[in-house]
Nanobody, 122 residues
Framework: QVQLVESGGGLVQAGGSLRLSCAAS????????MGWYRQAPGKQRELVAT???????NYTDSVKGRFTISRDNAKNTVYLQMNSLKPEDTAVYYC????????????????WGQGTQVTVSS
């Protein structure tokens, strides 16, 4: 079984910064893409940023220049550095990973973390 555990959420004033972490654990053979999604109240879950195992990144337009995604492959961990936070960034942030468990012949499956709340006050 594979688990993703997020940490680092909290309450911050507009203009402030937070750093989210997500550690994958369990019977992991390899991890392809890792990413962060968010869901604000009354809205659909949306992509924030993704990063491949080789370090290629992708961001939604609203966070470009403010957020930075990174990963430590040796620790199976992905990070999201969030700067210049705005009230509209308030949401539950979810970690996502494409994981091949156990061995090379297993398929990649998507796993989700439990979510961490980020609240930005104006």
């Amino acid at each position: 079984q594979v688990q993703l555990v997020e940490s680092g959420g909290g309450l911050v004033q507009a203009g402030g910064s937070l750093r989210l972490s997500c550690a994958a654990s369990g019977s992991i053979y390899s991890i392809n893409v890792m990413g962060w999604y968010r869901q604000a109240p009354g809205k659909q879950r949306e992509l924030v940023a993704t990063i491949t195992s080789g370090g290629g990144t992708n961001y939604t337009d609203s966070v470009k220049g403010r957020f930075t995604i990174s990963r430590d492959n040796a620790k199976n961990t992905v990070y999201l550095q969030m700067n210049s936070l705005k009230p509209e960034d308030t949401a539950v942030y979810y970690c996502n990973a494409d994981v091949r468990a156990v061995s090379w012949y297993k398929p990649f499956l998507q796993y989700w973390g439990q979510g961490t709340q980020v609240t930005v006050s104006s």
